[in-house]
Nanobody, 126 residues
Framework: QVQLVESGGGLVRPGGSLRLSCTASGFSLEAYALAWFRQAPGKEPEGVASISTSGAATKYCDSVKGRFTISRDNAKSTVFLQMKSLNPEDTAIYFC???????????????????WGQGTQVTVSE
């Protein structure tokens, strides 16, 4: 059974950091492009960061550039999202997603991904 499980969310103060993890079971991540999306209450889902199958290419939405870093560890079937300088606008449920795309492709559109995790809540507040 294909499953993606996110972890690492929580409550953090503005300016703080969190590291999200997403681990796959039932399949290997090495053949997939990977991404993190988020959805805040009352808002549409937003692509946050993606990393290509090769690992050589990454893509970020403008609001997180310079603050978030996506990485992957194929041996552990895990994708990470390191988040720094968090602000209340980062509050959302964060989801990982995988899609079959080869080489250096990295995208942030939800329709480009095939499997999704259940999400982990990130809350940035005093």
């Amino acid at each position: 059974q294909v499953q993606l499980v996110e972890s690492g969310g929580g409550l953090v103060r503005p300016g703080g950091s969190l590291r999200l993890s997403c681990t796959a079971s039932g399949f290997s991540l090495e053949a997939y492009a990977l991404a993190w999306f988020r959805q805040a209450p009352g808002k549409e889902p937003e692509g946050v960061a993606s990393i290509s199958t090769s690992g050589a290419a990454t893509k970020y939405c403008d609001s997180v550039k310079g603050r978030f870093t996506i990485s992957r560890d194929n041996a552990k079937s895990t994708v990470f999202l390191q988040m720094k300088s968090l602000n209340p606008e980062d509050t959302a449920i964060y989801f990982c997603a995988v899609g079959v795309h080869f080489g250096d492709w990295a995208g942030l559109e939800s329709y480009e991904y095939d499997h999704w995790g259940q999400g982990t809540q990130v809350t940035v507040s005093e």
